[in-house]
Each structure stands twice: as structure tokens, then as C-alpha cells.
């Protein structure tokens, strides 16, 4: 919802180049949502979701943090303000959300790694890293 806010702002401000970021962030989040709505998620197994999910709040975060400096710094109109000023919390809440998703990653990647057989041979062994 903030995305798209913030695309309605910079399509009403001077600073319009910077509309297709929001755009495409709030289109992504669409696709993703409806994805885990779906349960896509359980029908691909083989596509890393967290992972895709986690690169999405990474880029958004530094994307929306690039262009609402650029926004308020450059352009005077209050739409353009308005948009710099939603793309910082949205900088805010695209972090937190990374935050949670780079949990969510490592506990998905931890139940990945003890399901291979590699993981599975070294139970009940202790290492020894070249000591006797």
C-alpha cells in the first residue's frame, strides 16, 4: 500500500521520473503476495521464496532510500516532498521487513542444509580438525 502511494505521489509531483521504482516494487509485492496466497510457494520447491523475498526488501529499501533523497533534495513541490518523505518510512519498513525475512532465510537454509545426505553422514561422528 505504501508503494503505492508513493507512486501516486511522484506521478502527481515534478520529480515523475522516479515513479517507475514504487511501480515496480508495488507490483512485485502483488506478485508475491498472491504467490504466498496461492501457496505457489508449496508447488515450486525447487525456487528459494525467502530468498527472493529477502532480495526484494534489500533493493527496495536501498532503492527507495536513493530516490527519496534525490526527491526532496532536487524538486520543491509538496508532492514530490510527500514522496520523499513516504519513501523514508518506507526505507524504515522495507529494513524491518529485512530484517525478518534474513531470520526467516537462515532458518530456511539451516532446514535445507540437515536434509541433504551430506549432513546426515556426519551424525554421531565427532570432528576431530586434525588433532589426535
Same mark, same amino acid.
Request: hydrophobic fraction near 50%.
Given at each position: 500500500?505504501?508503494?503505492?502511494?508513493?507512486?501516486?505521489?511522484?506521478?502527481?509531483? @515534478?520529480?515523475?521520473?522516479?515513479?517507475?521504482?514504487?511501480?515496480?516494487?508495488?507490483?512485485?509485492?502483488?506478485?508475491?503476495?498472491?504467490?504466498?496466497?496461492? +501457496?505457489?510457494?508449496?508447488?515450486? +520447491? %525447487? &525456487?528459494?521464496?525467502?530468498?527472493?523475498?529477502?532480495?526484494?526488501?534489500?533493493?527496495?529499501?536501498?532503492?527507495?532510500?536513493?530516490?527519496?533523497?534525490?526527491?526532496?533534495? +532536487?524538486?520543491?513541490? %509538496?508532492?514530490?516532498?510527500?514522496? *520523499?518523505?513516504?519513501?523514508?518510512?518506507?526505507?524504515?519498513?522495507?529494513?524491518?521487513? &529485512?530484517?525478518?525475512?534474513?531470520?526467516?532465510?537462515?532458518?530456511?537454509?539451516? @532446514?535445507?542444509?540437515?536434509?541433504?545426505?551430506?549432513?546426515?553422514?556426519?551424525?554421531?561422528?565427532?570432528?576431530?580438525? *586434525?588433532?589426535?
Amino acid at each position: 500500500v505504501l508503494s503505492f502511494i508513493i507512486f501516486i505521489c511522484y506521478i502527481a509531483s @515534478q520529480a515523475a521520473a522516479f515513479m517507475m521504482a514504487p511501480l515496480l516494487e508495488f507490483l512485485l509485492a502483488l506478485f508475491l503476495f498472491f504467490a504466498y496466497a496461492s +501457496k505457489l510457494n508449496e508447488k515450486f +520447491k %525447487g &525456487f528459494y521464496w525467502p530468498l527472493t523475498d529477502f532480495l526484494r526488501c534489500v533493493t527496495a529499501a536501498i532503492i527507495y532510500f536513493a530516490i527519496s533523497i534525490a526527491a526532496v533534495s +532536487k524538486h520543491s513541490d %509538496g508532492a514530490s516532498k510527500a514522496a *520523499g518523505v513516504f519513501g523514508f518510512i518506507a526505507t524504515i519498513v522495507y529494513a524491518i521487513d &529485512f530484517y525478518i525475512t534474513f531470520n526467516d532465510l537462515v532458518t530456511f537454509l539451516k @532446514q535445507g542444509s540437515s536434509d541433504s545426505p551430506e549432513g546426515n553422514k556426519s551424525e554421531g561422528k565427532i570432528p576431530h580438525f *586434525g588433532y589426535k
